[in-house]
């Protein structure tokens, strides 16, 4: 009783750290054996730990402070793998679609919320707040997926950009929807003039005074001075940017983009992610602990009703905005699917509300239901949101409305591809990193091609290098056709979505049946699946890069080729039976005589010893050590012309056969002491 009096004396937080954490690790170690994401974990442990659930944690505040720093490293992180150049690139989809985004869900909002019978002040309030995304999540389930930097997900960055710049007109504007009188245009402008001032200072400061600041301090080599001046950095700018009116995400995400433009970018993020997962996780769980579960099961239905609403207007207002960004019906569907949810910036917002009586106890309650259960079910949506989007793409729709729903999906360029001339040509569906190497394999090998591909920025820019390249879905008729795919000779279907590849598959058997389809999937269990819809070969990535180390290893212990390249072929020829299934005594094994004796190359690291500057006729070290010298290289030039009198030198790399015994104990003898 003592103890703990006087540890809560002395760091009042500590019993709630514990206490989270502890139910934390509960939890999600539960959640994984049960395949439920991490994310869900936390909000389940903040609803189980909150003044609603079993009232363990006291101290609000302090989880909601935590939770900020981890919000704010989020965002720093993100920065830090962002650009100023990449920030650049994407302004269009940041002014143009985020001001449509946001624009347009207040519109449809409060429109909607007046049929219900809300004011109109109150029902263009909770626009703001449907209209508001979840940085946090989304852009945390992005980063673990690797889909920050592609299309869909550099355009839902942007549109997440803007959501936290307007989050502070939304803020100024709340007090003139309730009746307070304020001077709103001078607010706005003095914010207009602040933005363009933290700019300006993230310019200069990331191409003249960060990066001399950090290769100075990278030169002590000290990593508790080097991670101690990259939290300054990104506390510095996001402090900056509160005292001028703007969030802390922004400034947060601002001093990452600084440093982003440093060559120290990939060792301060290794230095903060670390930080970062342990405070984000505040952030869920104080989320969490804003869920009332009585609430919800008393009013159940209408929550449920309210969420398809949210989600319906939210998804469909995202599409239309990104759509005329002139992206494909694929990318935005995946865009809406991806920040369709009410964020984190809205609860804050939604504080605002009440305390300006925009809402009241009911209504706050409903809101909070309705934005933790979006919040919810945001990483299964999310995660599967390329999957969605192609079935949404293909759906059975009347003729007439496909026809110019495939016409505004599939915006084909025949700009650098043969027409009517193509013929026994390679088709390449899908054109990532296995997509690029095997176009440039055939362009060497004078094997005539094209490509598919999905996404419009590698479209534009592979056919301004002159690569036969079109944009389209490769399960629609009319983009075959283009590419003449009755007459090609062989199909590589090289995209990582399951789904996707059987419809291509089945698309192109429809037209053809004379082609060889080579399929690459992810897993060995897609083969038959594959097998059947009819393709020709399956190759599944996990297994050949298990097999092409393995020839590697086999290389190593000296086997000759052939017997190599024929164990390749009995794996791939049993469908990869050997990996799939537990080895049994006497079947799968490998008849493979391995030598007792290895190849290896030493760097003589002595200038005086027993078979040093000594002819090797009388070293004797193959007498001796049972070694045999193949090669001598020396000033950069290799020799296998030796004789008795050549002798080793300080520095010479010498090429040695013999049995890993003697090697070792040749290596001995001449590396350095």
């Known amino acids: 009783m003592i103890y703990s009096l006087l540890a809560a004396a002395q760091l009042p937080m500590l019993q709630d750290i514990v206490i989270i954490f502890g139910l934390a690790t509960l939890v999600i170690l539960l959640f994984m054996r049960l395949k439920v994401p991490t994310i869900i974990g936390f909000l389940f442990t ?24 981890g919000v704010i490293l989020l965002l720093f992180v993100i920065g830090m793998e962002f650009s100023l150049k990449s920030l650049m690139s994407i302004k269009k989809a940041v002014f143009i679609g985020g001001t449509l985004q946001v624009g347009l869900t207040i519109f449809v909002t409060a429109l909607l919320a007046h049929l219900f019978g809300f004011d109109w002040n109150v029902a263009v309030f909770i626009g703001f707040l449907l209209a508001l995304s979840s940085t946090a999540i989304v852009l945390k389930l992005l980063q673990e997926g690797g889909q920050v930097n592609n299309l869909s997900g550099k355009t839902i960055l942007a549109i997440l950009i803007f959501q936290d710049i307007i989050i502070v007109p939304m803020m ?23 933005g363009a001032l933290v700019v300006l200072i993230t310019i200069l400061s990331a191409k003249y005074l960060v990066p001399n600041l950090l290769y100075r301090i990278a030169r002590t080599r000290n990593e508790e001075l080097f991670l101690l001046s990259i939290i300054v950095i990104c506390f510095s700018v996001a402090f900056l940017t509160s005292l001028l009116g703007l969030s802390l995400g922004l400034g ?31 952030f869920f769980v104080s989320v969490g602990m804003l869920f009332d579960v009585s609430f919800l099961f008393q009013n159940i239905a209408v929550i449920l009703i309210i969420v398809l609403i949210v989600f319906l207007s939210k998804f469909i207002m995202t599409t239309i905005s990104v759509k005329v960004l002139g992206m494909s019906f694929r990318e935005a569907f995946m865009v809406a699917f991806s920040i ?25 309650q409903y809101f909070l239901a309705v934005s933790i259960l979006t919040m919810a079910i945001t990483p299964f949506i999310l995660n599967n949101r390329e999957k969605l989007s192609y ?33 026994d040509h390679l088709v390449i569906i899908g054109y990532g990193l296995n997509g690029r190497n095997l176009s440039k394999a055939a362009k060497r090998a004078e094997i005539p091609y094209a490509i598919i591909e999905m996404n419009p920025e590698t479209v534009r820019v592979e056919a301004e290098k002159g690569e036969p390249i079109i944009f389209g879905n490769a399960s629609n008729e009319t983009v075959l056709k283009h590419v003449n795919i009755h007459r090609a000779r062989v199909i590589v279907i090289a995209i990582s979505n399951s789904d996707a590849t059987k419809s291509i598959i089945a698309a192109i ?9 080579i399929v690459r999937t992810r897993y060995v269990n897609e083969i038959s699946d594959n097998l ?11 297994f050949e890069t298990s097999i092409e180390i393995f020839t590697r290893v086999l290389n190593k212990y000296l086997i000759a080729k052939d ?20 080895l049994t005594k006497g079947r799968d094994r490998l008849n493979i005589d391995l030598p007792e004796i290895n190849f290896v190359s030493l760097r003589v690291g002595r200038d005086s010893g027993n078979y040093i500057n000594e002819p090797l006729k009388k070293a004797r070290i193959r007498e001796n050590l049972g070694v045999n010298l193949v090669a001598i290289k020396r000033d950069g030039k290799t020799t296998s012309k030796i004789d008795g009198d050549t002798k080793l030198q300080l520095g010479d790399v010498v090429y040695v056969v013999g049995k890993p015994d003697a090697l070792n104990q040749f290596e001995s003898e001449v590396k350095e002491k």
């Open 252 to 282: 947060a995400f601002l001093a990452g983009l600084i440093i982003s433009e440093s060559d120290y970018r990939h060792h301060a993020t290794g230095k903060i992610l670390p930080f970062r997962e342990i405070f984000l996780s505040f």
């Open 340 to 364: 369709f949810q009410i964020g984190e910036f809205s609860l804050l917002l939604a504080k605002v509300g009440m305390e300006h009586q925009l809402l009241d106890a009911t209504n706050y």
């Open 391 to 423: 079935k949404l793409v293909n759906l059975p729709l009347p003729n007439g409305l496909k026809t110019h729903f495939v016409r505004n999906t599939e915006n084909i360029s025949m700009a650098n591809i043969g027409g009517d001339e193509l013929g």
């Open 172 to 194: 100024l504007l709340t007090p003139m929807l309730a009746g307070e009188s304020e001077n709103i245009a001078v607010s706005l402008l003095l914010m207009l003039f602040k």
């Open 46 to 69: 903040g609803a189980l730990a909150g003044p609603y659930g079993l009232s363990l944690v006291n101290a609000s505040t302090t989880v909601d402070v935590l939770s900020e720093i």
């Open 509 to 517: 058997r429809q037209l053809t049946q004379n082609a060889s389809i």
């Open 532 to 542: 059947s819809m009819g393709a020709n070969e399956v190759i599944p990535e996990e």
């Open 563 to 582: 017997e190599i390249e024929d164990f390749t072929e009995e794996v791939r020829s049993g469908n990869y039976a050997m990996f799939r299934t537990p």
